[in-house]
């Protein structure tokens, strides 16, 4: 079987160094290339053509890993990705892992460690540890009920007038009662009297708190 080739892209060139240097003794593992910045991480990839890239998540920026997963897949679709990461509760991890990378590594783990994490990755045997798997269970909650939250908004968004319609966008924008009374060239008390046959179609309490919900 051929070598797994690995190459790595972390701002802490002598992490990547130290890798490099513990993969010489790592049966089945050549280490064929580093980085250390994501502008150079693709020209990098083409040269060294990895099976495995080593990705730090909080490279320049903190999420700057993340951002450049796109690009590295569409250049290398089959290219494998592991998220390097200081601790294994970082929310970025699930955005990681929902941007096509295979797997993250702690960097406090042992060379041993990240090695068997590579040849568990590159054998489609690697296993997502419980606390991600809970994350993914209450992002996957969260956004259940965002979904539900946004059909039940349009529901009632349909049986607006247009005129009710253009007010909650004015009030929505920033503008005050006042605001829209001037520009529409009615009574306060006019605005005010369609600010609240709005909030009873949204069955809401008061237009801050419903503005506050649709902003989320």
Do not use: W
Not at 14 to 36: M, P, T
Not at 65 to 72: N, V
């Amino acid at each position: 079987m051929n070598d797994i080739k690995i190459a790595m892209c972390d701002d802490v060139e002598q992490l990547c160094l130290n890798i490099r240097d513990f993969c010489k003794y790592s049966d089945g593992i050549e280490f064929v290339g580093y980085c250390n910045n994501v502008s150079e991480c693709i020209d990098m990839l083409k040269k060294s053509k990895p099976d495995i890239l080593l990705l730090d998540i909080q490279i320049e920026t903190e999420d700057a890993g993340i951002k450049i997963i796109p690009d590295i897949l569409e250049v290398m679709p089959e290219l494998k990705i592991i998220m390097l990461t200081a601790y294994a509760g970082s929310g970025y991890i699930f955005e990681a892992i929902v941007s096509g990378t295979s797997d993250y590594i702690v960097k406090t783990c042992t060379m041993e460690e990240i090695i068997n994490k590579i040849k568990s990755v590159y054998n489609n045997d690697n296993n997502l540890e419980p606390e991600i798997l809970a994350k993914f269970k209450q992002k996957s909650q969260d956004l259940a009920k965002a979904h539900k939250n946004l059909l039940y908004m349009l529901n009632i968004m349909i049986t607006l007038s247009s005129t009710e319609l253009e007010v909650l966008k004015e009030l929505y924008n920033g503008k005050t009662y006042n605001d829209i009374s001037r520009t529409r060239f009615v009574e306060t008390s006019t605005v005010r009297s369609m600010s609240s046959r709005i909030l009873k179609k949204f069955g809401a309490s008061s237009m801050n708190s419903l503005i506050t919900t649709l902003h989320e």
